[in-house]
């Protein structure tokens, strides 16, 4: 399948259960580094005018809310949350389905918690449909490192695609110089630093 390229004007991010509860039961990878490529998504997002579709599920429950950064960076995404009562496939919530439907996009950037359950059945359930999908695997995470494998190998065998979150943000960036351009570079920048200093503290 010849990949086409994403752009602000043809693809919508979906971010699917970034919740504080269930990012405790994450521990494929860095929880703090899943967030901060979740919130650069969301920047990025903002900056380029992309539709965004937040989603939670059983936020009354031990999953909880949403990260609360999340409100401050998409205001009007965050208070149109779909408040998913349970449904693992959140392609298969009305709600949901038909937000997806209404951006008007075929391409898809999803990332979430976890990769293995909630992003992985929606993924693959919007591939089924005719869309084209990236999942932000670094954006995302499992219980375990193998589960995130799995799932990530199950999605490119139906056809999505597996991406981080510095490749997508440069994908939707036809250049640094102009429009958006410079907002994006300094979200990319600021997880190239983040990773330096997480190295730097490791090596110590």
């Not at 597996?162 to 250049?175: C, K």
Request: net charge negative.
């Amino acid at each position: 399948m010849a990949h086409k390229r994403y752009s602000p004007e043809n693809a919508a991010l979906l971010l699917i259960d970034h919740q504080i509860g269930t990012a405790g039961w994450m521990h494929s990878g860095s929880v703090k580094e899943m967030k901060r490529n979740t919130l650069a998504l969301a920047k990025a997002a903002a900056a380029l005018g992309m539709p965004v579709i937040l989603t939670s599920s059983l936020e009354n429950e031990a999953q909880g809310p949403l990260f609360p950064e999340l409100e401050t960076i998409l205001p009007e995404a965050y208070a149109n949350r779909i408040r998913r009562l349970g449904t693992v496939d959140s392609m298969a919530d009305p709600n949901f389905h038909n937000a997806v439907k209404a951006t008007g996009r075929k391409n898809l950037i999803m990332a979430g918690l976890l990769t293995e359950v909630c992003v992985l059945y929606p993924a693959l359930s919007a591939v089924e449909e005719g869309y084209d999908v990236q999942v932000i695997a670094d954006a995302s995470g499992s219980g375990t490192k193998a589960g995130d494998d799995f799932a990530l190998a199950r999605v490119r065998q139906a056809g999505g695609y597996v991406a981080g979150t510095i490749q997508i943000l440069a994908e939707l960036v036809e250049d640094w110089t102009t429009g958006a351009g410079p907002i994006v570079q300094a979200v990319s920048a600021d997880l190239y630093a983040a990773a330096a200093a997480a190295d730097t503290e490791n090596q110590g």
